[in-house]
């Protein structure tokens, strides 16, 4: 069974930045492309990041072009997302996932396993 642990949350001012972290066990995540959601309070779960297996491809939504980074590191198994200029519309609780396809990784129902999430705060 995958476990997937996301870490790296908290609360900042506007403009500020955090790098969520997220460790994964059970399986060897150089076989899965893997990609970051949110879920702010009353909305859907949105697509974020994406990055491929080999983590040679990345996909992002607009909203956070050019602030938000996705990296992975295979040998540590554990998947990264920086996010600079943070602002207040991007407070939310920020899930990864893993998936077994190399397609529609901005689709939610891609993907195959889940983290339980880390709360991302930003104020203004």
């Known amino acids: 069974q995958v476990q997937l642990v996301e870490s790296g949350g908290g609360a900042v001012q506007a403009g500020g930045s955090l790098r969520l972290s997220c460790a994964a066990s059970g399986r060897t995540l150089s076989s899965y492309a893997m990609g970051w959601f949110r879920q702010a309070p009353g909305k859907d779960r949105e697509f974020v990041m994406a990055i491929s297996r080999s983590g040679d491809r990345t996909y992002y939504a607009d909203s956070v072009k050019g602030r938000f980074t996705i990296s992975r590191d295979n040998a540590k198994n554990t998947l990264y997302l920086q996010m600079n200029s943070l602002k207040p519309e991007d407070t939310a609780v920020y899930y990864c996932?893993?998936?077994?396809?190399?397609?529609?990784?901005?689709?939610?129902?891609?993907?195959?396993?889940w983290g339980q999430g880390t709360q991302v705060t930003v104020s203004s």
């Open positions: 996932a893993i998936t077994a396809s190399a397609w529609a990784l901005s689709l939610s129902g891609t993907y195959n396993y």
